[in-house]
């Protein structure tokens, strides 16, 4: 469920026609729409609501201030996969025994950032990284709250890209090793055994995968439990699909019914990191027709927005439905929705129905919100859009356009380069 509806062939986002929106921030832009923020969080955090647990969203999926401090106000905490997202995090408001820190390549500067700031705990992804950690702690005289991330060996079955738990991933520790690694962090000095992790996948469509990891990690908690080893928090990552075609991803409800059911007297407080299923539907990408164009071969929508500012579609083959901001009555025609980037993998949509769209005309391209913004870069040199949160019939400017001047200006020219270009060709020819 999202509140991004037609009004009269009109699309809006909560009280607020789409297009006014367009026009009065321009385009591209991202528009997140308040209240399905908030629905989504609600409907995940409440899922859970009658066992001990904390739901920490993942930064990565869409890490705008607002939408963390949002979150935060809902009692949400973050799973963060780097220094730069703890210091918005930090910024957003979020308390740091909310906080865990995912990832398999934290350095040194980080991981003394993350003790410095007191986080809930790292999720140790090798037994390097245990090293480390250990040793960064003693020098700054303190402990630190870990978990091991696992890798169950489970197949999410999703796209080869974004599964994590397969044996063949880099991600966390092998199962197998679990129990000597624990024995090992359990000898260290500066290390505090909190939690075991696990992160299968992202756009995950159906529990049994879920279901699958969880049987495993029970088994190893029974065996940490033998030699004396105690888990409080038992997280077990995102990866709850959602809605971008035809695919029936499980309810949170159902998703959260399995897990309790597999966890019955399990003493853990669980934790989640939900990231595409609370923001994915909560935005869109606004884009402007700029040409149409018809070949012998194909049709061409091009757009304003481009794979730079949505790289799914390029990356990944993702699917977007795609849709008119105006419904007007037009014959249909099946096209490329393209940007002006100079690439051909430069796509939103590809042999897609639409009714015969003219320059001038806007288009929605529907579940942005998660790894829409935070993947975007400036290839092209093209600024980055503008976010924009509707509440109700307010209309807030949560980051502003990105200008000519933003692109250029941590870049620097060499003292030797600024020596007027004629003289230069000049005397060295
Ligand atoms: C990306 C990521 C998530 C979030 O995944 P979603 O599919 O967006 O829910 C959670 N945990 C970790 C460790 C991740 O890397």
Redesign the pocket.
Known sequence: MHHFQYKNNELFCEDVPVRELAEQFGTPCYVYSHATLCHHFMVFDQAFADVPHLTCF?V??NSNLAILSLFASLGGGV?I?SGGELFRARRAGVPPERIVY??VGKTREEIDYALREGILMF?IESTQELETINTRAAEMGVSANIAL?VNPDVDPKTHPY?S?GMKKNK?GIDIESAIKAYERARSLDHIQILGL?C?I????TEVSPFVDALRRLRVLIERLADIGIGIRFLDL?????IVYDQETPPHPHEYALAIKEELTGVPCTLIF??????V?NAGILLGKVLYTKRTLHKNFVILDAAMNDLVRPSLYGSYHHIQPVIRQEREMEVVDIVGPICESGDFLARDRGLPMMRPGDYLAVMSAG??GFTMSSNYNTRPRCPEILVKGSEVHVVRRRETWEDLVCLESIPEFLRTAPAAASGSSL
């Open positions: 993942s990565k999926s799973d996969v995912s990832g999720n991330r974004i994590t991600f992790d992160h996948g992202s756009q995950l990552g995102g990866g709850l699909g990191e939900p990231g595409r299923v609370i994915g998660a790894y």
